[in-house]
C-alpha cells in the first residue's frame, strides 16, 4: 500500500481571516477592549498609552523591533446639549446599531466601561453582523478592483 493512500488528502486554500466578517468582528472587539481600558484610565485619573511594534536602529546599527506609543481616539463624544454617546465607527463612517440609531447615549463617563462590555456581548453574540455584513460590502463598493498584469 503506497504512503499517500494512507492519508486523509483533500484540496484546501487559506482563508484570510483579516478580510472575512469574522476578522472584523475580532478587530473590533480588540478596538472595543482598548475603548473600555481607555474610559477605565480616564475614570481613574490616569494616562493611557496603546503601544505598535516598530523597527528601530539600536547604538550598533542593528534593526530591533521595539513598542512604540500610539495615538488612540475616543469612541465617546459630547454634544452641544453636554450629553455623551458612544459611536461605533467602520471607517469614517458610523455603524448603526438599529436602524437610524448609530450612537448608544451615556449617562455619564462611569457609566462608559458596563456599556462597552454590553456592546462586546452582543458582538459575541452576533447581534451586529448584519450591520457589520453590510459595512464591509458598502465599503468594498468604494473600491476599484486591481487591473491584472498584462504578461501574468
Known amino acids: 500500500m503506497s504512503i499517500l493512500k494512507s492519508l486523509k488528502l483533500t484540496a484546501a486554500s487559506p482563508v484570510n481571516v483579516g478580510a472575512s466578517e469574522h476578522g472584523f468582528r475580532a478587530k473590533l472587539l480588540r478596538y472595543l477592549e482598548e475603548q473600555k481600558a481607555l474610559a477605565e484610565a480616564e475614570i481613574a485619573g490616569t494616562t493611557f498609552t496603546a503601544t505598535k511594534k516598530v523597527t528601530r536602529k539600536n547604538a550598533e546599527g542593528e534593526k530591533i523591533r521595539v513598542d512604540a506609543p500610539r495615538a488612540v481616539r475616543k469612541g465617546w463624544f459630547t454634544d452641544a446639549s453636554g450629553k ?25 463617563l462611569t457609566e462608559m466601561p458596563s456599556i462597552i462590555a454590553s456592546i462586546i456581548e452582543a458582538i459575541n453574540a452576533g447581534e451586529l453582523d448584519p450591520q457589520l455584513t453590510s459595512a464591509i460590502a458598502e465599503r468594498k463598493a468604494n473600491f476599484k478592483p486591481k487591473a491584472k498584469k498584462a504578461g501574468a
Open 84 to 108: 455623551l454617546f458612544f459611536q461605533l465607527r467602520y471607517g469614517s463612517k458610523p455603524l448603526e446599531f438599529a436602524k437610524g440609531m448609530n450612537a448608544v447615549a451615556v449617562e455619564s
